[in-house]
């Protein structure tokens, strides 16, 4: 199985009006909403805002973005792994340890272990109402070592698994 990747460019101030920034797809005019607001990409878990929907309030996203380059530091001395062929990631989250708060209560880490009970849900249904986590990794493009990124996917995810 081979793994598909897609490089956008999520620059600062960009319009989500342009398709294109810097000859790449523009990160914000892919996923803007409708009403404009964006997803920010300033943390390695990006929320977007609860939503009403038919079946309750929910998060109609999760957005992980891992910069490699990050890795090893003391700030940050682990390492996510992506394994697209495998349909395997491991992502230590975002918690710092100047946050001040408990392990897991960031509001990134908490995000994602409010949305867990739904992904790992028993029925079908109970996996439809879980919010999508789009992955993202970090990369460096001439020179530049912010603003692009790999929208990861394996081809093994799909609709039909769930």
């Known amino acids: 199985m081979i793994s598909m990747t897609a490089t956008v460019r999520s620059a600062y101030g960009a319009s989500a009006e342009d398709p294109v920034v810097d ?3 523009n990160f914000h005019y892919l996923t803007a909403a409708v009403d404009g607001t964006r997803i920010p990409m300033s943390s390695g878990i990006n929320l977007t805002r609860m939503v009403a929907s038919s079946d309750g309030v929910r998060r109609p996203v999760l957005v992980l973005r891992s910069s490699p380059w990050k890795a090893g530091q003391e700030s940050n001395p682990w ?7 495998n349909g395997y990631v491991r992502y230590f989250g975002d918690h710092k340890i100047d946050d001040g708060m408990p392990l897991g209560r960031s509001r990134g880490n908490a995000a994602l272990l409010d949305a867990w009970p739904a992904h790992r849900g028993g029925t079908q249904q109970e996996r439809l109402a879980a919010p999508p986590i789009l ?4 990369i460096t493009v001439n020179g530049v070592v912010k603003g692009y990124m790999q929208f990861c996917v394996s081809p093994s995810w799909s609709a039909s698994s769930t």
Do not use: N, Q
Not at 79 to 85: K, P
Not at 135 to 138: E, P
């Open 79 to 85: 390492h996510d792994i992506y394994d697209l062929d």
């Open 23 to 25: 000859g790449y797809p």
């Open 135 to 138: 992955l993202f990794r970090s």
